[in-house]
């Protein structure tokens, strides 16, 4: 492969709606009252962006040195265990992806107040400490847990604030369908490595639950995901009808969830985790469209 090829593995655009899905939201729910910021938006979704590919880099070079990354795993090739690239090449380009990330959160800093810099700290040190550090939280099962937390309440919140300087419980509740599609595209990731992740050490939550209970747990998160829009649309203040647009992603949950339950073998959950990832980019730019509309 070409080495940019080799950085677009290493990358792992799949993953990607997790970064961008909750931006969309926070702003929109922003613009919903009239307040839009561009340079704000773009910086807020260059950061996110950065800290997912940074953590998704620094979770390749980890993984590879404790071991995790077997030849008999099902899931696509890691740059760093199938020796594609140098070690110390993607510890380098992870130092980058957190730079370019802080860069972005410079600006974010200046205009929305110094609390986003504990924000932005904790993000990138949530993201090296997944897979990293002495004890990886990754390997201890709360790898879905700090999924939801940073590309749900955090992203979605955070990038709410950072366009009105204010919070509002709507963000926090729109937070939440966010998070949970976003801890399932590390969950579809965690039941097809269940197997190689037990005998390697990793005790991710599909270990530690088993495949069949980490399923039901999946299909919760989805259903979690469809039943939070319609209470936000009852309750919220000035929340139009129209987010329910977001609930016709429910046609790509369906066979997504056949698909996740029935299958054991690679190539169909390493296809469930990219389809995780367009039902969360689809069901973020409906939810998106409908809160403009309000």
């Given at each position: 492969m070409s080495p940019l090829r080799i950085w677009l593995v290493a990358a792992r655009p799949r993953t990607l709606p997790a970064a961008v899905a909750p931006v969309l939201v926070g702003t929109s729910l922003a613009i919903s009252e009239d307040t839009f910021r561009p340079l704000a938006f773009a910086c807020a979704l260059l950061g996110s962006v950065f800290i997912q590919i940074g953590t998704n880099l620094s979770n390749d070079y980890s993984d590879a040195r404790r071991g995790a990354d077997t030849e008999d795993r099902l899931g696509p090739v890691r740059v760093t265990a199938g020796g594609l690239m140098p070690p110390r090449q993607v510890l380098i380009g992870t130092y980058v992806a957190f730079g370019l990330a802080v860069l972005a959160g410079v600006y974010l800093i200046a205009i929305a107040g110094w609390q986003l810099l504990l924000v932005g700290a904790a993000s990138i040190l949530a993201g090296v400490l997944y897979t990293g550090g002495p004890r990886p939280y990754g390997y201890e099962g709360l790898g879905e847990v700090f999924v939801f937390l940073f590309f749900g309440v955090v992203a979605v919140v955070g990038s709410y604030f950072v366009q009105t300087e204010h919070l509002r419980w709507e963000a926090f509740a729109l937070s939440v369908p966010?998070?949970?599609?976003?801890?399932?595209?590390?969950?579809?990731?965690?039941?097809?490595?269940?197997?190689?992740?037990?005998?390697?050490?990793?005790?991710?939550?599909?270990?530690?639950?088993?495949?069949?209970?980490?399923r039901v747990l999946f299909v919760a998160s989805i259903a979690g995901a469809y039943v939070t829009v319609p209470l936000v649309a009852a309750f919220g203040r000035h929340i139009a009808p129209l987010v329910l647009l977001a609930l016709l992603s429910v046609l790509l949950a369906v066979p997504l969830i056949r698909t996740v339950r029935a299958r054991t073998d690679g190539p169909s959950l390493n296809e469930a985790l990219a389809r995780t990832g367009m039902l969360l980019g689809s069901f973020s730019v409906l939810l998106s469209i409908g809160l403009l509309a309000s």
């Amino acid at each position: 492969m070409s080495p940019l090829r080799i950085w677009l593995v290493a990358a792992r655009p799949r993953t990607l709606p997790a970064a961008v899905a909750p931006v969309l939201v926070g702003t929109s729910l922003a613009i919903s009252e009239d307040t839009f910021r561009p340079l704000a938006f773009a910086c807020a979704l260059l950061g996110s962006v950065f800290i997912q590919i940074g953590t998704n880099l620094s979770n390749d070079y980890s993984d590879a040195r404790r071991g995790a990354d077997t030849e008999d795993r099902l899931g696509p090739v890691r740059v760093t265990a199938g020796g594609l690239m140098p070690p110390r090449q993607v510890l380098i380009g992870t130092y980058v992806a957190f730079g370019l990330a802080v860069l972005a959160g410079v600006y974010l800093i200046a205009i929305a107040g110094w609390q986003l810099l504990l924000v932005g700290a904790a993000s990138i040190l949530a993201g090296v400490l997944y897979t990293g550090g002495p004890r990886p939280y990754g390997y201890e099962g709360l790898g879905e847990v700090f999924v939801f937390l940073f590309f749900g309440v955090v992203a979605v919140v955070g990038s709410y604030f950072v366009q009105t300087e204010h919070l509002r419980w709507e963000a926090f509740a729109l937070s939440v369908p966010v998070g949970l599609l976003a801890a399932a595209i590390l969950l579809v990731n965690n039941i097809r490595d269940a197997d190689t992740d037990r005998r390697a050490g990793k005790n991710t939550l599909a270990v530690r639950l088993g495949r069949e209970r980490a399923r039901v747990l999946f299909v919760a998160s989805i259903a979690g995901a469809y039943v939070t829009v319609p209470l936000v649309a009852a309750f919220g203040r000035h929340i139009a009808p129209l987010v329910l647009l977001a609930l016709l992603s429910v046609l790509l949950a369906v066979p997504l969830i056949r698909t996740v339950r029935a299958r054991t073998d690679g190539p169909s959950l390493n296809e469930a985790l990219a389809r995780t990832g367009m039902l969360l980019g689809s069901f973020s730019v409906l939810l998106s469209i409908g809160l403009l509309a309000s």
